[in-house]
């Protein structure tokens, strides 16, 4: 997590904005990198980055979707949309046979944001 050392922060606060943004995204950033890395990762086009969300979320026991069928249908029960039990199981199952967590994750929110409401 380089963006939130706090020699670098404190270092990129003394450099006007305008030097920020003259010459593109992260220009400066590389000219100082520039010593230190080869060109092929300075020139490398971006490049998104995977989280291990999917393994963390099938083995700990706070998103195993009973827990978040039933925070689900506790929070909902007085309200007249209810959580189709057919949806979290679906996106529970994509999440276990090929990783794809963001289905699954958007019940997770519900759920424990729903929670933090009845509090």
Known sequence: ??????DLVETAMTIPQIL??????KTLLRRIA???????????PKQGFNLAL????LHNPRFNP???SKILRKSLA???YQVPQRSIAS???L?????????????????????TQKQ
């Open 95 to 115: 999440l276990r046979i090929n990783g794809r967590y963001a289905p699954y994750w958007r019940w997770i929110v519900l759920a424990e944001w729903l929670a």
């Open 78 to 80: 007085d309200n007249e």
């Open 54 to 57: 999917s393994k963390w979320l």
């Open 1 to 6: 997590i380089p963006y939130l050392d706090q």
């Open 34 to 44: 520039e010593p230190l890395l080869p060109t092929t990762i300075l020139k490398a």
């Open 66 to 68: 009973g827990r978040i």
């Open 20 to 25: 920020h943004q003259a010459e593109g995204s």
């Open 91 to 93: 996106s529970w199952m």
